[in-house]
């Protein structure tokens, strides 16, 4: 079974307009946590925000917010007034378990767009 | 300035030629890894150090060699290249309980 699920590939969404991506998980450990990344044209992955299974609050970053809905094992990616640099591939991903050797389970992406 | 290093950015190469992608971080972390990223399937763990000497098979190490003989350095190793490794392949680390993992900028390999 997928681990982490995106099942967006493309969204499109209008610049100063909110944007939800959605991500979904699997897992029977506790102890686990989530990440949303970005990767714009150039490639590069660059970190926007963490939630931990334990934490009580929604996590925030400036424009980034991350709804973490437990029971529903879902960890949606909102992006609050979009701009064009926006525009980028977005992945989930999960580390599951405390220890230090967990790897990070990714999901296929959603690949955002922002029209002007 | 805090970073991951990654050397070549781009490698076209042919079937069978032995290629080394360089990895550096000047970060002291611990922890190291390698990904490769294909369409639809997001990133994919090929192996992780979490020291030197200390090296693990992640999700898809066939094809694949790695070595940490130095906490900066972690390159992976091609012994022979083949078509099924053109891929697009990050180099990403952390400290050992770290949350964050730091990505190096890609090095796109096209195998031929």
């Known amino acids: 079974a997928q681990k982490i699920t995106q099942t967006q590939p493309g969204m499109f969404v209008q610049e100063k307009e909110a944007v939800t991506l959605d991500c979904t998980y699997d897992?029977?450990?506790?102890?686990?946590?989530l990440f949303w990344y970005k990767q714009p044209s150039s490639g590069e992955m660059i970190f926007l925000i963490y939630?931990?299974?334990?934490?009580?609050q929604n996590a925030t970053e400036g424009r980034y917010s991350l709804n973490f809905q437990k029971a529903r094992k879902s960890a949606n990616l909102v992006i609050s007034a979009s701009q064009l640099g926006d525009s980028a591939m977005y992945f989930c991903?999960?580390?599951?378990?405390?220890?230090?050797?967990?790897?990070?389970?990714f999901g296929s992406g959603t690949q955002l767009t922002v029209l002007p | 300035e805090a970073q991951v290093t990654q050397n070549p950015r781009y490698l076209i190469t042919v079937t069978g030629k032995k290629l080394t992608v360089t990895c550096s971080q000047n970060?002291?972390?611990?922890?190291m890894s390698w990904y490769r990223q294909d369409p639809g399937l997001g990133l994919r763990q090929i192996y992780y150090?979490?020291?030197?000497?200390?090296?693990d098979k992640g999700d898809v190490p066939e094809g694949y060699k790695v070595s940490r003989k130095e906490k900066r350095n972690f390159p992976l190793i091609l012994e022979s290249p083949s078509p099924n490794q053109t891929s697009l392949y990050f180099c990403?680390?952390?400290?050992?309980?770290?949350?964050?993992?730091?990505f190096g900028s890609g090095t796109q390999l096209s195998v031929l």
């Open positions: 991903a999960m580390r599951e378990g405390p220890g230090s050797a967990r790897q990070l389970t």
């Open positions: 939630q931990g299974s334990y934490d009580q």
């Open positions: 970060m002291n972390h611990e922890y």
């Open positions: 897992t029977s450990d506790p102890s686990y946590g």
């Open positions: 150090s979490m020291n030197v000497e200390v090296t």
């Open positions: 990403a680390s952390r400290l050992s309980g770290g949350k964050k993992l730091f």
